[in-house]
């Protein structure tokens, strides 16, 4: 099966530079990528997504980069805020053939510091 | 986006009891729906895969006597926690994927189970 592999656990910025953080899979037949934003007490957000055939997406001030060969993808935010605090989960599976499981990474603790 | 809306969201009970927590999809047909579990500080656990008008699927290591999953309807799935023990107290999240997206899942926003 799938396996993921996240990092960093914990991150803390100062307000106003960026965050990255990194993953890797296992399963070449992957080719979906969602992260999550969860905050305390509540349920994942999907923020950003990417598909295999794509190498890099962006929104606003998040961007979500992919690199098949290496099986890693990462998720960048710039000019952090503090309200960009929250625990950040990436996943990986197969978006095709029937719903498949979704296997996640640890996940990331970001501190974004006024 | 699509809403996928869980209740309660906090619940607490005495050991030995049962406790039903529904999710349901808002805007959207769901023919299949995940079950979760998060403990404090750490990643989502998939629990079970639960299918409208079927049985569902339970991950290895999950006692399907002990949580009780009915999709009875194309929008409602429920996660009944029977006999409940503290080590059951944890966080439980579903998620939908809409119809048209195949595995984009949305989630619930969780329920907080204590048992005392």
């Known amino acids: 099966g799938e396996n993921v592999e996240q990092h960093p656990s914990t991150l803390s910025v100062q307000e106003g530079d960026s965050a990255v953080i990194k993953c890797t899979y296992s399963d070449s037949a992957s080719n979906y990528f969602p992260w999550y934003k969860q905050e305390l007490g509540k349920g994942p957000q999907l923020i950003i997504d990417?598909?295999?055939?794509?190498g890099e997406k962006k929104d606003q001030r998040i961007a979500v980069t992919l690199n098949k060969t290496a099986k890693h993808f990462s998720l960048h935010i710039t000019e952090t805020q503090p309200e960009d605090s929250a625990v950040y989960f990436c996943?990986?599976?197969?978006?095709?053939?029937?719903?498949?499981?979704?296997?996640f990474g640890i996940g990331t603790k970001l501190q974004v510091i006024p | 986006g699509a809403v996928v809306s869980q209740h309660p969201s906090w619940v607490i009970c005495k050991s030995g009891t049962s406790v039903k927590i529904e999710c349901r999809s808002l805007d959207f047909q769901a023919t299949t729906m995940f079950w979760y579990r998060q403990f404090p500080k750490q990643s989502l656990m998939l629990m079970a895969t639960?299918?409208?008008?079927?049985?569902?699927?339970?991950e290895q290591g999950v006692e399907k006597d002990k949580f009780l999953i009915n999709h009875a309807s194309l929008t409602l799935s429920t996660l009944t926690v029977t006999s409940a023990h503290p080590e059951d107290s944890s966080f439980y999240i579903c998620s939908a994927p809409p119809g048209t997206s195949v595995n984009i899942q949305y989630f619930g926003a969780g329920t907080r189970l204590s048992v005392l």
């Open positions: 996943a990986a599976l197969r978006g095709s053939g029937g719903y498949q499981k979704v296997t």
């Open positions: 639960s299918n409208e008008g079927s049985k569902a699927t339970y």
């Open positions: 990417i598909r295999s055939n794509v």
